[in-house]
């Protein structure tokens, strides 16, 4: 009992600070490294659709030039809007 080292408050030392604001503080920074994580993860997902959408209106597009739907201009004009 008396004589010993230990000098923690309630909780023990967390890794800035003890007590509920050393918690408090340790968890925030916890969150913002898992937000950091997913967001990075993500990206790549995110610009793999933006590539298949585009992809995909090219396809439409020509299809409908090959139908004759739309004329050479306008083909021209929404491939140069697409790929832009």
């Not at 509920?20 to 925030?28: S, Y």
């Not at 913002?32 to 439409?60: G, H, W, Y």
Request: net charge positive; proline share 1%.
């Amino acid at each position: 009992m008396w004589g010993c080292n230990y000098s923690g408050t309630g909780f023990g030392h967390w890794f800035f600070g003890g007590g509920i604001l050393g918690f408090g503080f340790t968890a925030l920074i916890i969150i913002i490294i898992a937000a950091l994580v997913l967001k990075f993860i993500r990206a790549p997902q995110r610009r793999k659709s933006e590539n298949s959408d585009t992809l995909d209106s090219l396809m439409i597009l020509k299809s409908r030039f090959a139908k004759g739907e739309v004329t050479e201009q306008e083909y021209k004009k929404m491939k140069e809007a697409l790929l832009v």
